[in-house]
């Protein structure tokens, strides 16, 4: 008589964890800041999204004592080299068939020459342009253009980011996609 009881409540655990692998999840990831002070997050909201839960947050900047005696375009170029690392990472593990609801980025970089100005603002489009192309490349769906507004501020010094990508999901789906485990592992490294 144990035995059926033990039977059901497997089954039912089972079931409700099949139920959460096969059911879309909406992943939001957030990268903001400025300078190079930057704050990296994941926000989960599994269907029926109604309501979601912070994953991550953690800072994305270089901590090394030297940073601070770099000029700001060194920085900048630094932080632009992470970034386009994180957008590697990430591209590894996108997972197949998955949906884009929004992708947004709003940058704007200046530094004391005009000439450097531009060529940061040239670097920026690369990497936010290439994100675009791995994520929007691999959806089931997309959103008819992504909103990407690069600004160069050439009588300011200073580097001011706003990315959010909105991605719904299946979680079964990330599982399978090959690079899942070691994407994360990667993001962690690159993060700290």
Not at 53 to 71: C, I, K
Not at 106 to 133: E, F, I, K
Not at 187 to 192: I, P, W
């Amino acid at each position: 008589m144990w035995y059926r009881v033990i039977l059901v409540v497997l089954g039912a655990l089972a079931a409700t964890a099949l139920a959460l692998l096969v059911l879309p999840v909406r992943i939001v990831l957030t990268l903001e800041g400025e300078n190079t002070r930057m704050q990296f997050g994941v926000i989960l909201s599994p269907w029926p999204f109604i309501f979601s839960f912070p994953v991550v947050t953690r800072p994305f900047y270089t901590r090394s004592p030297r940073a601070q005696d770099q000029p700001l375009s060194a920085r900048v170029i630094e932080l632009l080299s992470r970034v386009r690392r994180l957008v590697t990472v990430l591209s590894r593990s996108v997972a197949p068939r998955h949906q884009i609801i929004d992708f947004t980025v709003r940058l704007s970089v200046g530094v004391d020459d005009a000439a450097a100005t531009a060529v940061l603002a040239g670097a920026a489009h690369a990497v936010v342009w290439s994100a675009v192309g791995v994520l929007f490349s691999h959806a089931q769906r997309a959103p008819a253009r992504a909103d990407v507004i690069i600004k160069p501020l050439y009588s300011v010094v200073a580097f001011i980011l706003r990315v959010s990508v909105t991605v719904q999901l299946r979680p079964v789906g990330l599982l399978r996609s090959q690079g899942l485990w070691r994407a994360l592992r990667g993001m962690s490294r690159n993060s700290a």
